[in-house]
């Protein structure tokens, strides 16, 4: 089945630590996005590529990373900067196409 | 089965012709309920929200969206569309607790001719 995999689903991290989130597609599209919802708000747009080896901040990049290496994979990284990582992390390939989400917490 | 459907798949309109797209969920639990919009090439944009309080929600560009919660219905509305608001638009539910997931609809996908 096409689609998008996120992974893991929930992950904790300890303050001062970097951690990665997989993000995985497998639909041939050019374009991939991270949005991270907090409680109240709706999506808002991290990182996005519209194509390999090329990535643009979004609204909130502060605090991450990102990396499009292969067309398949858009891995994110929350660094050690990000004030307040604690969130869900949806990722996205171009129209219709989202991932199941990892929920992010800091301990 | 928690889903949220989107009835129409494709809708073309007139430029100043009125719109309504429907969306319905289930869920068995309190939902925090959205509409997204994706311009060709570009990301989701969030247009409106609905968390509590008054069900008829206005949002960015003219939309609004009343909640009806005896049908499970987030329906989106505008009086007046323009050539601009062509675009996929996508109705969203996120439970208030327990398990954070986000559960969006197929999408629809908004022609309008000038």
């Known amino acids: 089945d096409g689609g998008i995999t996120q992974s893991p689903k929930y992950l904790f991290r300890k303050e001062g630590q970097n951690v990665t989130l997989s993000c995985e597609q497998n639909?041939?599209?050019?374009?991939m996005y991270w949005y991270r919802q907090d409680p109240g708000q709706g999506l808002r747009l991290i990182y996005y590529?519209?194509?390999?080896?090329?990535?643009q901040k979004g609204d909130i990049a502060e605090g991450y990373s990102v990396s499009r290496e292969k067309k398949e994979s858009f891995p994110l990284t929350v660094t050690s900067a990000q004030k307040n990582p604690t969130a869900f992390y949806l990722c996205?390939?171009?129209?219709?196409?989202f991932g199941s989400g990892t929920r992010l917490t800091v301990v | 089965a928690q889903s949220v459907s989107q009835h129409n798949h494709h809708v073309i309109l007139s430029e100043a012709a009125s719109l309504e797209l429907g969306c319905n969920y289930s869920?068995?639990?309190?939902?925090?309920l959205f509409w997204y919009v994706q311009y060709p090439g570009q990301h989701l944009q969030l247009l409106l929200k609905?968390?509590?309080?008054?069900?008829l929600v206005k949002g960015i560009k003219g939309f609004e969206a009343e909640f009806i919660k005896s049908k499970f219905s987030f329906n989106l509305r505008k009086p007046s569309v323009q050539w601009s608001d062509t675009a996929e638009y996508f109705c969203?539910?996120?439970?208030?607790?327990?398990?954070?997931?986000?559960?969006f609809g197929t999408g629809t996908r908004l022609k309008v001719l000038a």
């Open positions: 996205a390939s171009r129209s219709k196409a």
């Open positions: 639909l041939n599209h050019d374009a």
């Open positions: 590529s519209q194509i390999v080896n090329d990535f």
């Open positions: 869920y068995g639990g309190t939902v925090n």
């Open positions: 609905y968390f509590s309080g008054d069900p």
């Open positions: 969203a539910v996120s439970p208030i607790s327990g398990t954070y997931k986000y559960i």
